[in-house]
């Protein structure tokens, strides 16, 4: 059974601050997704990671997959309000159906 | 353009009742997944559709049943419904297998 662990659980911070979430799992994933997902809705896609090493920005929002496709990072910089929410890892190998991690559930204060 | 729409957003059930869970996509998906979240359980499989006129099992289909009535809607019967299913529960698509999914806004279901 394939399981991806996020890290940390829960984090508060300022706003402004700059801060590091992490997804890892000893399996391989084709591919790893960041989802965020805000109170009363449904997940929303953030980025999509394919290849080993590969790093994608979105604004303020940096995401690493590592070199061996079993981890990645996500890194944000200015830590805004809006940042609020909890963000969702979820790798696919082939074949096979995603798998989720339990999150980590950001609290950005004003 | 509505995504994915899930009915109804609230449901309580006593146990041993019985509920069916709709879900809808406008967007042409092939495939059509439903997953509970659970506190710090992440979100977990229960069925999966990879095309119309097929399901399969998830990691957690025990007490649930599903119906791909269409390419459209996927459906998601409690037969006679425990505490343990108390949850919230998530209707997904995606184009493909690896496509990004997605969601619709969640039933949050309480069983007493």
């Known amino acids: 059974t394939q399981l991806l662990e996020q890290s940390p659980q829960f984090l508060s911070i300022q706003e402004g601050e700059n801060l590091t979430v992490y997804c890892n799992s000893s399996?391989?994933?084709?591919?790893l997704q960041w989802y965020r997902q805000e109170p009363g809705e449904g997940p929303v896609l953030l980025v999509t990671?394919?290849?080993?090493?590969e790093v994608k920005k979105l604004k303020r929002l940096t995401f690493q997959f590592g070199d061996a496709r079993k981890d990645s990072s996500l890194h944000i910089t200015a830590a805004q309000t809006g940042d609020t929410g909890l963000y969702l890892c979820?790798?696919?190998?082939?074949?096979?159906?995603?798998?989720f991690g339990p999150g980590t559930r950001l609290s950005v204060l004003p | 353009n509505a995504g994915v729409t899930q009915t109804p957003k609230f449901q309580v059930l006593k146990t041993g009742q019985s509920m069916t869970l709709q879900c809808a996509q406008d967007?042409?998906?092939?495939?059509m997944y439903w997953y509970r979240q659970d506190p710090g359980m992440g979100l977990r499989l229960i069925y999966y559709?990879?095309?119309?006129?097929?399901?399969d099992k998830g990691e957690v289909p025990n007490g649930y049943n599903v119906s791909r009535l269409n390419k459209r809607e996927f459906s998601l019967r409690l037969e006679s419904a425990a505490p343990s299913q108390t949850s919230v529960y998530f209707c997904?698509?995606?184009?493909?297998?690896?496509?990004?999914?997605?969601f619709g806004n969640g039933t949050r279901l309480t069983v007493t």
């Open positions: 997904a698509s995606s184009e493909t297998w690896e496509s990004p999914l997605h």
């Open positions: 399996s391989v994933f084709s591919s």
């Open positions: 990671v394919v290849t080993g090493g």
């Open positions: 979820a790798g696919v190998s082939y074949g096979q159906n995603f798998v």
């Open positions: 967007m042409n998906h092939n495939s």
């Open positions: 559709s990879a095309s119309e006129g097929t399901t």
